[in-house]
């Protein structure tokens, strides 16, 4: 890390005094991907300078790897013969990922210069909807023939492995492109040379059609411990594959937008400083206005029963700790099957069970609160009949948040909703409601 | 999936009307993944017949994949020749990971049947400490020397490959085991047979020491598109790698404990349904208490305006509103921060340029708030000043509670706490002290 930042900040300088060859050393040194977020922090004017000293068979690798804006820069200073030489140099899908986040201006320059299969292949590929299977995979994949011997394979994957993505899987396809089978290089080390791939191969294979969702696809990775993942369309033809690093993309942007969700955002795709000051207005509003709403109505119910804190006012004051405990209660309860949904630990068929646990769970907690909110009214206040109707109140809204908690986000998922919606704001509001109707439900029965 | 649930009944009628052979040729044709689901949902009783009949080389992987109860009965039926099978096909890390869950009892019958050279790098591994790199290594990787040519090191990987858990990466160590690179099998078969691994090596390797936390260890996988990392001790000696698949298990632990951390929960290991009633109550209650006190604080200012809503009762019932509102914002804000900071997109050092970003979108979002309530309230309670007070509070609450969401998880991490716990639950109740304060300074101010 330290060495790194060191070498970010020699780079302009070495460029300065012309000293490319030392430049290019320290560069060659580095690993593509920090080479990226070193260039990322150089001036403007040094990144082209910088990027055109890189040594030839790295420079694709660090391009990709590269934010956009800084490729978007790149590119308009590129040569026709530079851009040609960097887009022939990366992967499909990545191609296809870098003509996304590009202006059109900057689209039709790059498509000009790809080679017509090439370009074939990414206008194919952006057909996919976003966040598909089809959407993330790469074209690349390394085909075998049943009918090939293992030194045909290797003899196969030495002359084309080159530019495949991933060659550790070999897809092993019938005439029609039909998927046949899976055969692991790893198989094919530890077998005899003269055996055929077709008695070899795994016929029982996982794969995915290119419309299913890619948190679908992703989720395969884990519980199966994939390394790839064949994506096949309709008919069975196999059209691409998704590889392992792509595969982490997708969980951890799926459990980013989980993240955001249960934060009553609107996910976005873009980071944190990415995204412009308008549009993170956008994304926090809508929630905001429903849960507002929604608060509203806590106050309306507040309003039903003006006669009983006008008598004692108190009550008033003991109000929060009532909601917001309750609030956190149910943040916890809808949380842990939020998470249990999304890792399939939890099932729907699971509901009776986790209710019936979310209670027993409610009346240890709910008890212990009351008690110890009880003995420290009583110490506070001296009123006896007080510090009843916070332990009881407490007690009746620990086990009502638990159990909304339980059941809300079972309800989404059964109604096809993200249960992630049914996070911390949506329950803390909602809890709101029952808190203070049996609150004062119980105040005024006991008190007044 | 419909395909499997019909198995997994079909099993034990095969089982009870003795047609082995079928019930053999259903499971044989399954992946040793969904064997072990399928198995967890069959009586206790036909387990162990179940998994006897399983094809003798996938049993091993099938035995790993099991929910640690059914591991349990398993090994209890196992005689000592079934026993020592399993272990032996098992990898260590594997080993490891059940020998961590079993009783006392159990572990000492696996131990007394495992090989003497197994059982030490057993409890080698037993030692690291939990959430460690060197607890979820694994030290059986693919070593060459830097002497050996291309051809000898296809002749070492066919030898000796069967028994490593990933042969695709390939480390060269010195006599004194320190890791001098790593080349990759894609490497190897691309290159000619006669090349010295020395000179086809990579040398600038991305690896951590055993003692690095595992969390460290899964975002090189991330941040590098690794599919396997070599973990050193402290004097650069390869001790073991970590696999890919078990760095997603990683990640997908560590989102998880950010998830639950969020929630107030204290973060557990088991999943919902294997945590009891007893210690999801041990979880949970720490957190509720702390914010139970801090909610507590916000009545204690609340009794200090008795006047003002004895005056007034209205202020009470507008209270939740503003309440929940600000909660709402400081989540919205504070999540981003945690998130951003988890996925290193954020940094300490973009702190001014994050609340600057932060303060913009509240003064958007606290605009649009501000004037959709104020004309709500003036429509329903005809009282202008009133809409003022609440317009101009929610404004208020808005940037402090943006603040409050950009500026908290930063000090937590600059103090080396985990940010996480700086979100929904802790943000709603420390904004609900400021709301409470704000709302009720300038509502004395305007309207008593």
Redesign the interface.
């Known amino acids: 890390m330290e060495e790194r930042d060191f070498d970010v900040k020699l780079l302009p300088e070495l460029l300065e005094e012309r000293r490319f060859v030392e430049a290019r050393s320290v560069l060659s ?3 593509p ?1 920090d080479i990226a977020i070193a260039l990322g922090e150089v001036p403007e004017e040094s990144l082209l300078k910088l990027f055109r000293i890189l040594p030839k068979e790295i420079a694709a690798d660090v391009f990709v790897e590269m934010d956009s804006d800084e490729q978007e820069l790149l590119i308009k200073g590129f040569s026709d013969a530079e851009l040609q030489a960097v887009i022939r140099e990366m992967y499909v899908d990545d191609a296809v990922d870098l003509i996304e986040e590009m202006p059109a201006i900057v689209v039709n320059r790059i498509l000009r210069h790809t080679d017509p299969a090439t370009r074939k292949e990414i206008n194919e590929l952006l057909k996919y909807p976003e966040d598909s299977a089809g959407s993330v995979m790469t074209t690349e994949y390394m085909s075998l023939k049943s009918s090939m011997t293992v030194e045909d394979a ?1 003899e196969r ?2 002359k084309t ?2 530019e495949k993505e991933d ?2 899987t070999c897809y092993v396809m019938d005439p029609n492109r039909k998927l046949q089978g899976i055969v692991s ?2 198989e094919l ?2 077998s005899d040379r003269n055996q055929l791939i077709g008695d070899l191969m795994e016929t ?1 294979v ?1 794969s995915v059609t290119t419309l299913a969702d890619q948190e679908t696809a992703a989720k395969l ?7 790839a993942l064949p994506v096949t369309d309709t008919e069975d033809r196999l059209v691409g594959i998704i590889t ?2 792509d ?3 997708v ?2 942007e799926e ?2 937008e ?3 969700k ?4 609107l996910p976005q795709d873009e ?3 990415e995204t412009t ?2 549009q ?2 956008r994304n ?2 809508p ?3 429903i ?2 709403f929604s ?2 109505m ?3 119910i ?2 039903h029963y ?1 006669v009983a ?2 008598t004692m ?2 009550l ?6 009532l ?3 309750g ?3 149910g ?2 309860a ?7 949904l999304a ?1 399939d ?2 099932r729907l068929s ?1 509901y009776v ?2 209710l019936g ?1 979310e209670l ?2 409610a009346l ?2 709910g008890t ?2 009351s008690i ?2 009880g003995v ?1 009214v009583y110490i506070q206040y001296h009123d006896v009949k007080l510090a009843f109707v916070i332990g009881s109140t407490l007690l009746f809204v620990v086990m009502v948040a638990k159990c909304l908690g339980c059941t809300l986000p079972m309800l989404a998922k059964k109604l096809k909703l993200d249960p992630a919606i049914m ?3 949506l329950m ?2 909602l809890v ?1 409601v029952s808190a ?1 109707f049996i609150y004062f439900q119980i105040a005024t029965a006991v008190l007044l």
Chains 1, 2 share one sequence.
């Open positions: 040194e580095m690993n991907i290797f994957i030495r492995g080159d060659i550790y290089v790893r080390l530890l029982n996982i990775f884990d519980k199966y411990n994939l390394t392992v690093d595969a982490i993309d969980i951890q459990n980013t989980d993240i955001e249960m934060a009553a955002l980071t944190y400083f000051v308008l993170h207005a926090r509003l929630w905001l206005f849960l507002m608060s509203i806590t106050g309306l507040i309003e003006e804190f006008q006012p108190l008033v004051a003991l109000m929060p700790m909601m917001d405990t609030g956190n209660c943040t916890q809808s949380t842990l099957m939020i998470r249990g890792l630990q939890i699971d069970k986790a646990k027993r769970v240890l907690v212990c609160l110890v909110n420290r996070a911390s704001p803390t509001t709101d203070v």
